[in-house]
């Protein structure tokens, strides 16, 4: 499509989106008394107008049932986390049996680590993407600690090529063949939180095979984003959180994928709880642990009922719009973006941007590097009335989200900037 930069062709695209009724779903944040322009849906996602009404309803049921809400309630809370199995599914590209809502992210990477890291003398080593998120990289050394491993030695970070500023996948799949013999374990995020690049599951996940190793991913700025087919694509496992692009709310529940040819691998180590025992004797009490084969045998504790209900709340939202949807419009909102940021600064004097250029290697955020002025800059724009995200040294992250964002947000993003720095 040819782009034009002007709100009369911003408000054309508007009328031709086919999701444009879903932002009226959707409880817009205000800035000095007016509508913001929202671009971090990647960080946290906005609040459906029908999250209320699914936790109230829980809420409800806990007034009038107390604790016969376990098998009464309109949605019985013993088996609320079957609930949003199917929505999960179909944003995962996984059987429903392989994914399920539980903990908060971190947690879950732990519990992943705990059975799809199992070093031994000659395989150790996690291979992964330089700059991981914090937390990420928290989990990798102290498991390599737990392990007995030196963090210096057994993690191996790859960094794009010089003057580059995304990895190059010829360049990670050489990377895992030559480590190969050593490699335990292949993780890298779905969509890095920082550059916005979305790596290739499928070829990282056969690589890591092939040498041997197990292939995870942390889906953090992935789901609800990006299509994912982790069954397909035979990824042993993936974990991520709800509150970015899949809008449950702040701390919401997170979630895991595990694949199914582990599901009755009762022989893993896994660090277990009640919540994942063989489900018609969990109130036996006995010794012994079962595990539930799939997803929901990594369950340790029972399902906190009122983040669950605002997950049910947003996934509902999902499966009416489907990601198939969302990504066709998710390519040409960014797109846009990515066109009226080049018309602002042509000759790249102020801003460069770090994400691929390609729309299959990215989702919807562009991270713009600032070369000079740019915590100045995202004041102003701050000030503007334009929520987006500022990363330490000196890039502004972008979002634009399909469900919400629009055309003309784009547009009106850009002609603030404009003033801005021109
Ligand atoms: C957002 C994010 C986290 C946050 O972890 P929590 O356990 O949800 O606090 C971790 N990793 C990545 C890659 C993220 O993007």
Redesign the pocket.
């Known amino acids: 499509m040819k782009f034009e930069n002007s709100s009369s062709f911003a408000r054309k695209l508007d009328q031709q989106d086919p999701l444009r009724s879903f932002r009226s779903r959707f409880l817009l944040p205000r800035v000095n008394g007016k509508t913001a322009l929202y671009f971090t849906g990647n960080s946290l996602g906005l609040q459906p107008k029908t999250t209320k009404n699914f936790v109230n309803e829980e809420l409800e049921d806990w007034a009038k049932l107390g604790v016969e809400g376990h098998v009464h309630a309109r949605r019985p809370w013993l088996y609320y986390h079957k609930f949003t199995k199917k929505a999960l599914a179909r944003l995962t590209g996984a059987k429903p049996s392989e994914v399920v809502a539980m903990n ?4 879950n ?1 732990h519990l992943m680590l705990v059975s799809f890291y199992n070093p031994t003398k000659e395989r150790f080593k996690i291979l992964t993407e330089h700059g ?2 914090s ?2 990289q928290y989990a990798f050394e102290t498991q390599l600690k737990f392990h007995g491993h030196d963090p210096e030695q057994a993690l191996i970070e790859l960094k794009p090529r010089p003057g580059e500023t995304v990895l190059r996948t010829e360049d990670i799949l050489e990377a895992i063949t030559t480590h190969g013999p050593q490699l335990a374990l292949v993780i890298f ?1 779905g969509v890095q ?1 920082y550059t916005g690049q979305f790596f290739d599951l499928k070829k990282i996940t056969e690589a890591a095979h092939r040498a041997g190793a197990m292939a995870g991913f ?1 889906l ?2 992935a789901i609800g984003n990006v299509p994912l087919n982790l069954h397909k694509d035979d990824v042993d496992f993936a974990v991520w ?1 709800s ?2 692009y899949l809008n449950a709310g702040p701390g919401a529940i ?1 979630g895991a994928f595990v694949h199914e040819c582990h599901a009755k691998n009762a022989a893993l180590p896994r660090f277990a709880g009640w919540w994942g025992h063989n489900e018609a004797e969990r109130f036996q009490m006995k010794k012994g642990f079962q595990p539930i084969a799939g997803a929901d045998g990594w369950q340790v504790s029972n399902v906190p009922i009122l983040q669950s209900a605002a997950l049910l709340a947003s996934l509902e939202i999902f499966e009416e719009a489907s990601i198939k949807n969302l990504r066709a419009k998710s390519e040409l909102l960014t797109g846009y973006l990515e066109f009226i940021l080049r018309e602002i600064d042509p000759a790249r004097q102020h801003f460069e941007l770090l994400t691929p250029v390609n729309p299959k290697e990215r989702g919807c955020q562009l991270s713009v590097f600032m070369k000079q002025n740019g915590k100045k800059i995202f004041r102003k724009l701050t000030a503007a009335g334009v929520i987006a995200d500022w990363r330490e040294p000196d890039v502004i992250r972008v979002a634009p989200v399909p469900l919400y964002n629009t055309f003309e947000d784009v547009w009106r993003l850009g002609d603030i900037l404009r003033q801005i720095v021109v």
């Open positions: 908060q992210l971190t947690v990477l991981a998120f937390s990420d995020g939180y942390d953090a700025h959180c509150y970015k997170a």
